[in-house]
Structures are given as structure tokens and as C-alpha cells.
């Protein structure tokens, strides 16, 4: 397979490099603390939409710029705008975020600094969320006087609990980064200059595994955690005979037996 690099901007404020199997995706809004306004999450819906067929990309991680990952929806956008297009950067929102959290990929969220709203909204659709020290993550709509709109109040709870998912979005109240992990709305504390190299450290491990029981081991999971447990037992060991077939785990097998790396076919 060839490796090709290559770096372009999907729009003004989201950037894109591609590195083989690796791509990372950095939303530049330094200013706003890279708020999401209506165009961007277009764009960032577009490229999403066009990933889950590209076969090509088996990790995305995602980050942002300077203090702020993504401090929520552009309030500003919200100012003064009509029902019915307020109603459509929710529906905008939804679509962009379902198909995030449904992507083949794996996906990580390299969360720089403020994870607010729909910020936080996006980093729980990533697989896994690493943050640096400084990282801010919460749901303060209701300081607005509204809630969030895109997933905070099914996915947190999944992660966190019901408990806990209430205090911080009834309150508004921001998580450090250790409460973050300590909560489990994500996974390692980073001082900010390493988080880059370990996104990508963590990146390069999983593009190295099997292409299909990465990609069927993240589908096992999220499928099974919407099933009961029965359906996802049998779901479980429908998709390990079928991996078992695959010229991959005769491979994986093989290099094993004989002492050496796998080379994984992808088939
Ligand atoms: N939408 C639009 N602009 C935003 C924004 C948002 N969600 N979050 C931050 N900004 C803008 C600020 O208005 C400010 O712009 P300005 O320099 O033109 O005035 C700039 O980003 C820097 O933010 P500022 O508030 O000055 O930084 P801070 O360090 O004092 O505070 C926050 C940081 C994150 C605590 C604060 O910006 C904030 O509360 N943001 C809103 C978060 C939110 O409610 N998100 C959910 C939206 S539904």
C-alpha cells in the first residue's frame, strides 16, 4: 500500500492532513475559541460524510488550536436568529455528530483546552478523549437558559452516569482534566505540549492493527452497548468466526506460530 501525505483545509477554520492510514483533523478558531458556527459544521459534516467510505483512513484524530478545543455552538449565531434556523443548526448538528460517532474509524479527540457544549458534544462521539492539563469540559447551556442539543444528555450519562451527568449539566460547572478521567468522560491527562505526540503515538498502534477487528471490535462494542446482553454474546462470536475466516487472523495466526510481525492484508 502507498504511504501519501498530504494537507489541505476543508474550510477556513478546519484543517486536514492525511499521513497513510492516519488523518488529523484541527479546527482553527483561535479567536472563538473554536466555536462552531453553521459553515463549519457543514464542512466538518461534508468530510465526515465522505470518510465513512474511504477505506483507505482507519484513524481520525480530531483537535483544536490555542485555549479553546471547541467552546460550543457560535452564540453569536444564536443572537437574534429566526426558530426555524436556530431549529436547523440542531438538525445540522445531529447529523454531524450521529455520523461521528457511527464512522468506521477509530476516532480520537485530542482536546486542547475549553471542550464546551457542543464541544464536549463532539469529543463523547470520539472512541477515546485524551485532554491536556488545561482542558475545560462541560455542557453550560444552561447557563444560556437552554440544554444541549447535540448528544450531551444521552451520551455523557452513558460514560459517567446518571448522577454525575445531572450535576454538570444542572449546573453548568466546568471538569479539570482529572475529573474528566476520574469521571470517565476520558482517558489520560497530558501536559499540554504532549498531547499531539500522544494522539499520534495512539494513533500509529491502532492503524498498525488488523484493519477488519479494529474496525469490528469498535462496532462490537458500541452495537452491544445498545443491545441486550444476550444479543451481543451472540453478536460477539457471529463477528469472531467471521474474523476467523479472514486472511488477516490466518496471517495473525501464522506470525505468531512462526515468531515474526504479522503483515495484515486487510482482508
Ligand atoms: N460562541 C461564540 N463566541 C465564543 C464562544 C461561543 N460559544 N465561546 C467563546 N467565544 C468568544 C468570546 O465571545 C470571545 O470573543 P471576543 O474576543 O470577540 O469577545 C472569545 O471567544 C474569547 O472568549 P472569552 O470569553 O473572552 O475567554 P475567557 O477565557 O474569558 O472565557 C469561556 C472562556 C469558555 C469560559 C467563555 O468564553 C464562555 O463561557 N464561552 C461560552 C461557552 C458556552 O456557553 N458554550 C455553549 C454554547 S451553546
Redesign the pocket.
Known sequence: MTHTKTAESLHPNLHLKRDGAIHTLRIDRE???G?LNFAIMEALGRYIDGLADDQSCRVLVITGTG??FV??????G?HGATQSAFDGFQRRSRRTFDALAALPQITICAVNG?A???GLELALCCDLILVAERAKLGL??I??G?LPGGGGTQRLPKLVGAMRAKELLLTGRMMTADEAVAYGAALEVLPQEKLTERADELARDLASQAPIALAEGKRVIDDGLQSPLASGLTFEQRVLGALYATDDAKEGINAFVEKRDPNWSGR
Not at 71 to 76: P, S, Y
Open positions: 479567536d472563538k475559541l466555536a485555549k479553546g467552546a460550543g455552538a457560535d452564540i453569536d444564536y475549553y464546551l457544549g457542543g453550560p447551556e447557563k444560556l437552554l
